[in-house]
């Protein structure tokens, strides 16, 4: 595990950053469901405002994962929460310490801005990640059913009337 390092992502790693967001669509069976580009990724990731960060991790100075995450609130709490939205190590690089020194990047960005929680969603039938975060410490949350609005519905949810 010491020819890993993590480091903040930059706009050079854009392109690295939609290969890794492409193979991690394909793994879950879902990469027709990838509309980002390199472009939106630079826009998106690494503008003077942007609300979601990114982390590389390298072995031997070569990217095998990353980590896309940003800042959400307890209002429970009164403090804010750390959501990884997404985590990826490549295949070859899987079981070499990555995923772990990327979660441990990421609690310690989560402690250095007072974050309450540090949460992320999990596919169902991903045993092996599902594996990995309970040998975190990780417990499931079983109470709560995710819901989401795509961009048409909050479109037209937006232009309907009150």
């Known amino acids: 595990m010491t020819d890993l ?50 982390l590389i991790c390298e072995q031997a100075g070569q990217p095998i994962g990353f980590a896309v995450y940003f800042y959400n609130y307890s209002t429970w709490l009164g403090k804010y929460g750390l959501y990884l939205e997404d985590l990826y190590i490549t295949p070859p690089a899987r079981r070499s310490g990555a995923g772990k020194a990327l979660f441990k990047a990421l609690a310690k ?31 499931a949350k079983t109470e709560w059913v ?7 519905q909050i479109q037209a949810l937006a232009g309907t009337p009150d």
């Not at 967001?21 to 793994?27: G, K, M, R, S, V």
């Not at 995710?146 to 048409?152: F, I, K, Q």
Request: proline content about 5%; glycine content about 4%; aromatic content about 10%.
């Open 5 to 54: 390092t993590v480091r903040p992502a930059s706009p050079d790693d854009a392109a690295t950053i939609l290969q890794f967001i492409t193979e991690l669509a394909i793994f879950e069976k879902a990469e027709h469901e990838v509309l980002t580009s390199e472009a939106l990724i630079q826009q998106t990731l690494f503008n003077s405002d942007a609300k979601a960060h990114a």
């Open 109 to 139: 960005i989560a402690t250095a801005n007072n974050c309450g929680r540090f949460e992320w969603s999990v596919l169902d039938w991903n045993t092996p990640a599902i594996k990995f975060y309970q040998a975190l410490g990780a417990s």
């Open 146 to 152: 995710g819901y989401r609005l795509t961009e048409p």
